[in-house]
Nanobody, 120 residues
Framework: QVQLVESGGGSVQAGGSLRLSCTAS?????MGWFRQAPGKEREGVAL????????SYIASVKGRFTISRDIAKNTVYLQMNSLKPEDTAVYYC????????????????WGQGTQVTVSS
């Protein structure tokens, strides 16, 4: 059974940093991070292609978040800097062997989610 296991969530003050990790049981072509805040729809945050040559971010995190991956470890990372209270959400890792493109939502494999809380 293909699995995605996330780690790295937690609580931090505004302006702080966290790094999320997601390790997959197999390598996927496209991997990404989504988040869902209470009362809001889930939104895509960032995604990355297999070799890291393509990345995409939502406007609200550009310049603050960086997505990267280690193919040898089947792991994707989300480095989150200058965190804001509005970044508070459950963050989900997603993976798919389809093409990687901006605003992609049709991932077929999802992690269980990890909570990120940013206090002001």
């Amino acid at each position: 059974q293909v699995q995605l296991v996330e780690s790295g969530g937690g609580s931090v003050q505004a302006g702080g940093s966290l790094r999320l990790s997601c390790t997959a049981s197999v390598n996927f072509n496209c991997m990404g991070w989504f988040r869902q805040a209470p009362g809001k729809e889930r939104e895509g945050v960032a995604l990355i292609s297999r070799n890291g040559g393509y990345t995409s971010y939502i406007a609200s995190v550009k310049g603050r978040f960086t997505i990267s991956r280690d193919i040898a470890k089947n792991t994707v990372y989300l480095q989150m800097n200058s965190l804001k209270p509005e970044d508070t959400a459950v963050y989900y890792c997603a993976a798919d062997n389809g093409a990687c493109y901006a605003n992609k939502k049709n991932f077929n494999t999802w992690g269980q989610g990890t909570q990120v809380t940013v206090s002001s």
